[in-house]
């Protein structure tokens, strides 16, 4: 059995703003250092055996300020990086509605079948991050491992593991250092808990 806390990167400038960060390498805002503190300082996991993180600032710096409280190093893996929003990226929901207004339709409407130009498909990054949490697990048999990531990759892993198909990922919310928990035995997932920031409270 391994027990994975997957965790969202604390705010940046924007997520405030509602624009697509994607690849795009933004630095956390002060409310997102300040979460990401909240979330060492009262964390309901009591031990870690390894983190990993996405390779883009938001999530390597949300994950070092846990990894403090754990003396451990952050491992990164760019397969765990947000979703490639391509030309899209910087652009707020406002302006690509307005800029895109057939293609970026589809981004909430029929996200399985979204393509934003010059970026991946929301099936393409799920199945690159599902085969980086697979060699996750695989690796850390009975231990527990903090995974930082990203908003959407967070709705495609627990799409998997909840069995929905894709169309259905906006159904689930994921805020800033928001926690879920996973527990795999032999791959296989089980959903402990989702969304949670009661440790921003």
Request: proline content about 4%; overall charge neutral; some cysteine.
């Amino acid at each position: 059995m391994t027990r994975i806390f997957l965790v969202r990167h604390g705010e940046t400038e924007w997520n405030k703003q509602g624009r697509l960060q994607g690849n795009s390498n933004v630095k956390l805002s002060p409310e997102g250092i300040r979460q990401a503190k909240m979330l060492a300082e009262h964390s309901p996991f009591q031990h870690i055996d390894a983190i990993y993180s996405s390779d883009l600032v938001r999530a390597v710096d949300t994950a070092k300020i846990l990894a403090e409280k754990f003396n451990l190093e952050v491992q990164t893996l760019p397969e765990l990086r947000e979703t490639n929003f391509g030309y899209w990226e910087g652009k707020s929901i406002a302006e690509l509605a307005e800029i895109y207004p057939d293609d970026f339709g589809t981004f909430f409407t029929a996200p399985e079948k979204c393509r934003p130009p010059h970026g991946e498909t929301f099936l393409e990054c799920q199945a690159r991050v599902i085969n980086a949490m697979s060699k996750i697990v695989a690796a850390h048999d009975n231990k527990n491992i903090l995974v930082v990531s990203h908003g959407a990759v967070i709705r495609l892993i627990l799409c998997a593991a909840l069995g929905m198909p894709i169309n259905k990922m906006w159904a689930i919310s994921q805020f800033n250092v928001a926690l879920n928990i996973l527990r795999f035995d032999d791959l296989n997932a089980t959903v402990e808990l989702m969304n949670s920031t009661a440790h921003l409270k």
